[in-house]
């Protein structure tokens, strides 16, 4: 999910096999490009073009942006003006393996890419992460051809994020763990920040990241069904919801999630991506202070129905509200699967009881 660049209150997002925008003023959602529940490998306009799992895009422009249509294993191009999809880098194929071979446009392989980025340490190149190969690759805007910036990473690497204040550093969340890397000093490596890796079987999937502030980062684990907040300064990380795969509203102890994936922050809500819906979570008026502490709502709309929910608002060590009078918020929640909005209303109020 991005901020959409031809319009500040919209937000550009991905389905299974779709791109759209949600307008988060008159609550509205569009369908810009790909035909729902139908993969494929197709170029065209609109309805027309055919995805086989849209995993992330990035806008170079208000008019260009770039899409990883991942189990295509290659990069796509849609035109916003037309809607029109056509290829942009690495070899396509549909229901066929990846590769890894940097490149020319047509002749560059990845492996199941999942992420792509405008790389603000130069902005004539993309950051690609390829999961499968492990690798953070580089494609440039100006002519196309790929190159590897680093290889040998843990599993994933799924999304990249910018330090706050120094656009040489990027984290990355891999599976389990996330790193950081230097893109000044690519040879010395990476460092790792913190590991969620516990030895089981089936270990946590990072599968995006993003700062809170510039000690903080917020971590969507897909595979146990929650968000982390990570303290960079105290080592300390805090789980908010259950963990048990479910769509349920609730304080930052008793919600649940489904697999969430992708992660927004818009003005003073955060935007969370899960499979079949999006979340937000409410950080009304944040207090950065030293003990790091604010409050956190999160609400959803469910099923085929409008719903009036409760406000469900928790105290946690992390968080704390400066609020001196009751504000009430309106917002609408898509559920992709059945197709329908929630208007949800929210009341806000000086000192909340659990």
Same mark, same amino acid.
């Given at each position: 999910?991005?901020?959409?660049?031809?319009?500040?209150?919209?937000?550009?997002?991905?389905?299974?096999?779709?791109?759209?925008?949600?307008?988060?003023?008159?609550?509205?959602?569009?369908?810009?490009?790909?035909?729902?529940?139908?993969?494929?490998?197709?170029?065209?306009?609109?309805?027309?073009?055919?995805?086989?799992?849209?995993?992330?895009?990035?806008?170079?422009?208000?008019?260009?942006?770039? !899409?990883? #249509?991942?189990? &295509?294993?290659? $990069? +796509?191009?849609?035109?916003?003006?037309? =809607?029109? *999809?056509?290829?942009?880098?690495?070899?396509?194929?549909?229901?066929?393996?990846?590769?890894?071979?940097?490149?020319?446009?047509?002749?560059?392989?990845?492996?199941?890419?999942?992420?792509?980025?405008?790389?603000?340490?130069?902005?004539?190149?993309?950051? !690609?992460? #390829?999961?499968? &190969?492990?690798? $953070? +690759?580089?494609?440039?805007?100006?002519? =196309?051809? *790929?190159?590897?910036?680093?290889?040998?990473?843990?599993?994933?690497?799924?999304?990249?994020?910018?330090?706050?204040?120094?656009?040489?550093?990027?984290?990355?969340?891999?599976?389990?763990?996330?790193?950081?890397?230097?893109?000044?000093?690519?040879?010395?490596?990476? #460092?790792?920040?913190?590991?969620?890796?516990?030895?089981?079987?089936?270990?946590?999937?990072?599968?995006?990241?993003?700062?809170?502030?510039?000690?903080?980062?917020?971590?969507?684990?897909?595979?146990?069904?929650?968000?982390?907040?990570?303290?960079?300064?105290?080592?300390?990380?805090?789980?908010?919801?259950?963990?048990?795969?479910?769509?349920?509203?609730?304080?930052?102890?008793?919600?649940?999630?489904?697999?969430?994936?992708?992660?927004?922050?818009?003005?003073?809500?955060?935007?969370?991506?899960?499979?079949?819906?999006?979340?937000?979570?409410?950080?009304?008026?944040?207090?950065?202070?030293?003990?790091?502490?604010?409050?956190?709502?999160?609400?959803?709309?469910?099923?085929?129905?409008?719903?009036?929910?409760?406000?469900?608002?928790?105290?946690?060590?992390?968080?704390?509200?400066?609020?001196?009078?009751?504000?009430?918020?309106?917002?609408?929640?898509?559920?992709?699967?059945?197709?329908?909005?929630?208007?949800?209303?929210?009341?806000?109020?000086?000192?909340?009881?659990?």
């Amino acid at each position: 999910m991005e901020v959409d660049q031809t319009d500040s209150n919209n937000i550009l997002l991905s389905t299974d096999y779709q791109i759209h925008t949600y307008n988060i003023v008159k609550r509205k959602l569009t369908s810009i490009a790909g035909k729902p529940g139908v993969p494929g490998l197709e170029d065209g306009a609109g309805d027309q073009a055919e995805f086989s799992w849209v995993t992330g895009f990035a806008q170079l422009d208000s008019s260009i942006v770039v !899409v990883v #249509d991942s189990y &295509n294993n290659c $990069l +796509r191009q849609l035109e916003r003006s037309s =809607r029109r *999809v056509s290829h942009y880098a690495g070899v396509c194929q549909f229901g066929g393996g990846g590769g890894n071979n940097d490149g020319v446009a047509d002749q560059a392989q990845f492996d199941l890419p999942w992420s792509v980025y405008v790389n603000r340490h130069n902005g004539n190149e993309l950051i !690609v992460t #390829d999961t499968i &190969n492990k690798a $953070l +690759r580089l494609v440039s805007t100006i002519n =196309r051809e *790929v190159t590897t910036l680093m290889t040998n990473l843990p599993d994933g690497p799924y999304s990249v994020v910018w330090h706050p204040h120094d656009n040489s550093i990027i984290y990355v969340s891999c599976a389990c763990v996330v790193i950081i890397i230097d893109l000044t000093s690519i040879s010395r490596g990476y #460092d790792t920040l913190v590991s969620y890796c516990t030895g089981a079987s089936l270990e946590s999937d990072l599968k995006d990241i993003m700062f809170l502030y510039d000690s903080a980062i917020l971590l969507a684990d897909s595979r146990y069904n929650q968000l982390y907040v990570y303290d960079i300064n105290s080592n300390t990380s805090y789980s908010i919801c259950t963990g048990e795969e479910d769509s349920e509203d609730g304080d930052i102890s008793q919600c649940k999630l489904n697999a969430p994936e992708s992660l927004l922050q818009v003005d003073d809500q955060i935007y969370v991506g899960e499979d079949g819906s999006i979340r937000t979570l409410q950080c009304m008026y944040w207090l950065i202070t030293t003990s790091i502490s604010k409050y956190f709502a999160l609400h959803i709309s469910n099923n085929s129905q409008h719903i009036a929910p409760t406000l469900l608002i928790a105290q946690s060590p992390l968080l704390q509200i400066a609020n001196s009078q009751c504000l009430q918020i309106l917002s609408s929640i898509y559920t992709w699967r059945v197709g329908v909005s929630g208007a949800l209303s929210m009341h806000w109020c000086t000192s909340p009881h659990v």
